[in-house]
């Protein structure tokens, strides 16, 4: 088992080093998916769980239990659901989405919502209420108190999209039905993944697969360093966003 | 010609609690005024309601003869709270954060801000991380933060609970530095002896009802409830 393990690393290693075009543009077609997706997702994520996280309406606790309930829904059930609508024969047909790196990237960004929404709509409603308190008791108009919570977990949501975004890169039902695992076209690394062990090639499948984690690693590890070089240093956040998006 | 403000049959329930049953107060700019009684008397319902974070159920709030909503409290009071909050953000944005809201011009908060920092001997501190700060620093700069919105009534929800003395007595001497004619301090605490040393007037809370106002003096000398004998003798049941 060590041996296949160690195996697989110098066949990643080998093939990174090969230059082989196709195992770059598939890696490059995979972050494109994923991480398209995740930012189509964010539109509509990210003010969804603000109005879940911070406002109070009837009704707000089954929509959240839909979402998260849905955070675990089988990429190839939404998959099949999603080949059904765009399809030719399908309602939303004449968009020409199967079979397209777009199409995969809007399939995953249906995929991803429910963990954006969920984990951020958390979030902001466990922010501490005395903060809201703080806010209002130094003048914050409700919505200046509101922006100022988001402000505050901040943090939280980068880690939800993050989540969101590695749930994405790690799928394969929708990569499969909707994007159809096209040479050159659509194959991305989890298709190459199960397209290689099908084949026998399990070295190069176990070499993806240590690819595939390897990016979700180092991905991961850049979120935590930014946020722990802002904890010490206090001024990252500015440089990235709100300067821009708050003026604060 | 101070300010003033008046309380009149403040009503408060939680449910079936009733946190406060008829409270009818006056208080006026230059003084502190100390609400004492055990956790759960329904101080700091009463300081919450001051700040207009809270509603009453009934009565009516007259600051300078003038009836008051929360809306308007929230403008003219600042609370500290027990527990010290900070936002993710350096000492300087912390305390900026209320001036800013203000409209108050950036050179203008550059100027004020040292000044609020030495009020409570944290001067130098603009820079750090306020979380990062000790519980007893995290509390200075939160009253710093209130001094600098100098609003009229400032309220203190047991401002030096579970502090080391010698940043509880910094804070002592910054709140009573900060007495106005232009000003009311309220605060809440179950302290007696920080009720003794700071109050100008001491409000006894007790089941949410005033059963006692007296200047100091007379409250520990001479109680005239006989909650309030008990409760400075130490033998309330609550």
């Known amino acids: 088992m060590a041996d296949i393990i160690v195996g697989a ?16 543009a598939t890696i490059y077609r995979t972050i494109y998916v994923s991480g398209l997706g995740t930012l189509i997702s964010c539109l509509w ?10 406002y109070n309406f009837r009704g707000k606790w089954i929509i959240k239990g839909i979402f998260n309930a849905l955070i675990g829904i089988p990429t190839v059930a939404l998959g099949l659901l999603l080949f059904l609508l765009w399809s030719r024969q399908g309602e939303f047909g004449f968009l020409n989405l199967m079979y397209t790196l777009n199409g995969m990237a809007i399939g995953q960004a249906i995929l991803v919502t429910p963990i954006i929404v969920s984990f951020t709509a958390n979030a902001l409603g466990n922010a501490d209420a005395q903060l809201r308190d703080l806010a209002k008791t130094l003048g914050a108009s409700g919505l200046r108190t509101n922006v100022t919570l988001v402000r505050e977990t901040f943090w939280s949501m980068i880690l939800s999209i993050t989540s969101a975004f590695n749930r994405g890169f790690g799928e394969l039902g929708i990569a499969t039905i909707i994007g159809g695992s096209l040479a050159g076209e659509t194959r991305v690394l989890t298709t190459s993944i199960a397209l290689d062990l099908n084949r026998g090639f399990f070295d190069i499948a176990m070499a993806y697969g240590v690819i595939l984690m390897a990016i979700v690693i180092v991905l991961a590890l850049t979120v935590s360093l930014i946020e722990r070089v802002k904890d010490e240093r206090g001024e990252i956040r500015k440089f990235i966003l709100w300067k821009g998006l708050f003026g604060g | 010609m101070s300010i003033h403000l008046q309380l009149s049959e403040i009503k408060k329930c939680y449910r079936s609690v009733k946190a406060l049953n008829s409270v009818s107060l006056e208080m006026e700019g230059g003084k502190i005024i100390v609400l004492l009684g055990v956790n759960g008397a329904g101080k700091s319902t009463l300081v919450r309601i001051l700040s207009g974070l809270e509603n009453p159920d009934s009565g009516t709030i007259i600051f300078n003869n003038q009836n008051t909503d929360a809306k308007t409290l929230r403008y003219i009071s600042t609370l500290v709270f027990q527990k010290t909050i900070m936002f993710t953000m ?9 001036l800013k809201i203000r409209r108050i011009p950036k050179e203008e908060i550059a100027r004020r801000i ?9 001067s130098g501190f603009e820079k750090r991380r306020a979380k990062k700060l000790s519980g007893g620093e995290q509390q200075r700069i939160a009253l710093a933060r209130a001094f600098l919105l100098d609003s009229h009534i400032l309220l203190l929800d047991e401002p030096t609970a579970n502090l080391d003395p010698n940043s509880a007595t910094i804070i002592e001497k910054a709140i009573i530095g900060k007495k106005s004619s232009q000003r009311i301090i309220v605060m809440a605490t179950h302290n007696l002896n920080q009720a003794r040393r700071m109050a100008d007037e001491i409000v006894h809370i007790h089941d949410g009802k005033i059963v006692e106002v007296a200047k100091p003096e007379d409250f520990f000398l001479n109680p005239k409830n006989e909650i309030t004998r008990k409760f400075i003798n130490g033998e309330l049941d609550f």
């Not at chain 2, 040292?114 to 944290?122: G, I, M, N, T, Y």
């Open chain 1, 9 to 24: 690393f110098q066949q990643a290693l080998n093939l990174i080093a090969s230059g082989d075009p196709e195992v770059y």
């Open chain 1, 45 to 54: 994520s990210i003010p969804l769980a603000v109005a879940l996280g911070l």
């Open chain 2, 114 to 122: 040292p000044e609020a920092l030495q009020a409570v001997r944290l």
């Open chain 2, 90 to 98: 350096n000492v300087y944005d912390n305390l900026a954060f209320g």
